[in-house]
């Protein structure tokens, strides 16, 4: 049988198989048919002589192949998909799924093998002791084919030799010569590998390990000169290529009445283009011949978590989460400028070193004091303390002229800006008889700010709430708040 689908221009073909069944019942028994009270003895002997038996714990496994086709090129039909060139695609995929108490489980599968949003995964272990998980997959966003450029290159982009500038593009005599096409968009791969083993039944650990690549180009306004008259901008193709890797380690404990957990997650950052420079298309501003503008800098954080949480009795429950991170951030500065003709001074430093701490702080407790009556009781606390130094810094204007050059009292010094709120809430419910619920509450927030404009702020919030549960599907309920 063949079984023919039409899905957004795809056209597939699948082959799919038939099962024919044929039972024998001997002469012998043929009679003893027509006793009822025999029917069961009798059609314990039949057997199926071409259907397949599903084994239990057997493997099993389900597998679709073919070709599918597009009857036109779209750049963006192939958004997210990579079905944007018209032609033959391959189309694959799999699952398989093996299962038994004493060898454990393995599950694998495989998506859209034959594009470039292709996804494949395997995940195998023993239950209630080990699992392994590894994925991989790849999304293509492809945002524009119709951009055109004069300029050639990646991160140090040139215009051709007999280039002619002018202050605006109508007097580019090469400007239509020079252009070429150049596709905009970003392929994104990931890889993650995790891993949770389970010691007993209480303690477990637990690894994880994510990559993430983007490579491609984008669009990016760069801009020189000073002034409103003089300044000219260009929109460049400029190329992606970054790297960015997370993991975690976990260990767990729980017992009946209690359970904590202590993890550790890091994130790594690291983008392979510091830089973009380009020449300058336009005679204006004069004497300016190229600009450099610098790209997203590498960047790494930490953090350290401690969580937990205790059962007093049977209606009482005691939670806690204590968490410590930095971020950090120390790529060479690019300088000034790179026009030859200033002479800036010179930086007062030769990266920001910039770290910042986070720390956050979650108590809590619910208490069910009766059947009619809980309270809730909570302790927030978040904080990010920025330790980067502070440095006074004379800078240039998009690299242009020496008026640029900012006096030494104008120029500016980075304000590591900083907080920390704290809040801390009360509120009690109490159950009449059904349907009503009163409740009231209490909550006081506090914010401390370290270079901004408003130091201190205090807010304290005192409310009262009726809810009435008309039926199962309806509630209505009033709140003051003051």
């Known amino acids: 049988m063949y079984y023919f689908k039409n899905r957004c221009q795809l056209f597939s ?80 995929n799999m699952e398989y799924s093996s299962s038994d108490e004493e060898n454990g489980y393995m599950d694998a599968e495989i998506y859209d093998i034959g594009l470039d949003s292709r996804e494949v995964g395997a995940k195998t272990g023993k239950q209630g002791k080990v699992d392994v998980d590894l994925q991989y997959s790849e999304l293509p966003k492809l945002n524009s084919d119709t951009a055109k450029t004069p300029y050639q290159g990646r991160d140090n982009q040139t215009l051709p030799l007999n280039w002619d500038s002018a202050s605006n593009t109508q007097g580019m005599t ?20 995790a891993a949770d083993y389970h010691q007993t039944k209480s303690l477990s650990y637990g690894l994880s390990f994510q990559r993430d690549t983007k490579e491609g180009y984008r669009s990016s306004g760069m801009a020189l000169g000073d002034t409103f008259g ?27 009445r209690w359970q904590t957990a202590l993890s550790y997650k890091f994130s790594n950052f690291k983008n392979d283009v510091d830089s973009v420079r380009w020449q300058n298309a336009f005679s204006l501003p004069t004497g300016v011949t190229e600009g450099q503008a610098g790209q997203e800098p590498d960047n790494t954080m930490q953090q350290l978590t401690l969580s937990g949480s205790y059962l007093f009795g049977q209606s009482t429950l ?26 800036p001074s010179a930086l007062p430093r030769t990266s920001l070193d910039g770290e910042v701490d986070i720390i956050s702080v979650n ?16 302790y927030r606390q978040n904080e990010q303390d920025n330790n ?39 509120e009690g419910r109490y159950r009449l008889k059904k349907p009503h619920k009163f409740g009231v509450g209490y909550k006081y927030e506090t914010y401390d700010r370290t270079f901004q404009e408003v130091e201190t702020t205090e807010e304290n919030s005192l409310w009262g709430t009726y809810r009435n549960s008309v039926s199962k599907s309806w509630n209505w309920f009033l709140r003051l708040e003051a």
């Open 230 to 256: 003089t300044a000219r901008s260009a929109i460049l193709a400029t190329p992606v290529d970054n790297v960015t890797d997370q993991g975690e380690a976990k260990v767990s404990y729980v017992k009946r």
């Open 388 to 426: 980067t130094p502070q440095a006074t810094y004379n800078y240039v204007i998009a690299d242009t002229t020496d008026t640029s050059v900012v006096p030494a009292a104008d120029a500016e010094t980075n304000l590591p800006y900083g907080f920390r709120h704290r809040e801390i809430l009360v």
């Open 318 to 343: 005691a939670s806690a989460l204590l968490s410590y991170g930095r971020m950090e951030q120390n790529d060479d500065f690019l300088p000034y400028t790179i026009n030859s003709s200033l002479s």
């Open 174 to 193: 090469e400007l239509a010569n020079s252009l070429r096409q150049v596709d905009l968009y970003t392929q994104r791969r990931t890889f993650l590998l």
């Open 363 to 378: 108590l809590g407790v619910n208490s069910r004091l009766t059947n009619s009556f809980d309270i809730e009781a909570q």
């Open 13 to 92: 073909i699948e082959l799919l198989g038939s099962c024919l069944c044929i039972f024998y019942i001997s002469s012998a028994t043929a009679q003893e048919v027509i006793n009822q009270s025999n029917m069961e003895s009798i059609t314990s002997n039949w057997e199926c002589k071409w259907c397949p038996h599903e084994d239990e714990g057997a493997p099993q496994t389900k597998m679709e192949g073919g070709v599918g086709y597009v009857t036109d090129d779209s750049y963006k039909f192939g958004d997210y998909t990579g079905l944007n060139e018209k032609g033959a695609y391959l189309i694959g």
